[in-house]
């Protein structure tokens, strides 16, 4: 997740290192808040990868800046990660929010939908956070207030997002055709 939102980020526009680490906490939120001993190892993979390059500025105060930009393989990459996203990319609601945001560096409409529809597949799927034996509980099912408002917030947010899904993939499949 941590490679994706900096190869993603970097496609947007060239970024240093603090700026990337803002917008890559703006993006995850509190979840997953970034290290710096965790982001910067991860950009040096990436670099050594030949995915990014580094150009030194002459920093606002003493200290030069360190400007990071997609290189053509870091595009290529990110394109194909966001092709191919692993299930946990799919099923966890983090991952997913980091390849949604990107996915519009996938520029083929039905590429795009491919990616769109396993989400769908996924949400269809039955399950909840507590069970029965192996049967997933609806929270009408559920005493306990606290966890039925968790099944309802649940069920209206895979409701909301799987309506803005058939939306999006009438429109992408409307571009394929057309």
């Known amino acids: 997740m941590l490679e994706l939102a900096i190869l993603g980020f970097l496609h947007d526009a060239p970024l240093h290192g603090y700026e990337l680490r803002k917008r ?5 939120g509190h979840v997953k808040p970034v290290a710096e001993s965790t982001l910067y190892p991860a950009i040096k993979r990436l670099e050594k990868a030949g995915l990014l390059a580094r150009r030194t500025q002459p920093g606002a ?5 360190h ?10 990459e990110l394109r194909r990660r966001l092709a191919h ?3 946990a990319d799919i099923t966890d609601e983090n ?8 996915l519009r560096h996938l520029e083929e409409p039905s ?5 769109l529809e ?3 597949a996924f949400l269809r799927q039955p399950s909840s956070f507590f069970y029965e ?6 929270a009408e099912e559920v005493d306990d207030p606290f966890r039925r408002g968790i099944l309802t917030v649940a069920r209206a947010t895979s409701q909301a997002e799987l309506s803005w899904l058939r939306r999006t993939l009438d429109t992408l499949r409307a571009a394929t055709d057309g």
Request: no cysteine; aromatic share 6%.
């Open 111 to 115: 590429a795009q939908a491919e990616v």
């Open 95 to 102: 991952r997913w929010f980091t390849v949604l945001a990107f």
């Open 61 to 65: 105060g003493a200290a030069p800046r």
């Open 133 to 138: 034996g192996d049967r997933p509980l609806r």
């Open 85 to 87: 996203p692993a299930d």
């Open 24 to 28: 890559i906490a703006a993006l995850t």
């Open 67 to 76: 400007m990071l930009t997609l290189t053509a393989e870091g595009q290529a």
């Open 118 to 120: 396993r989400r769908m």
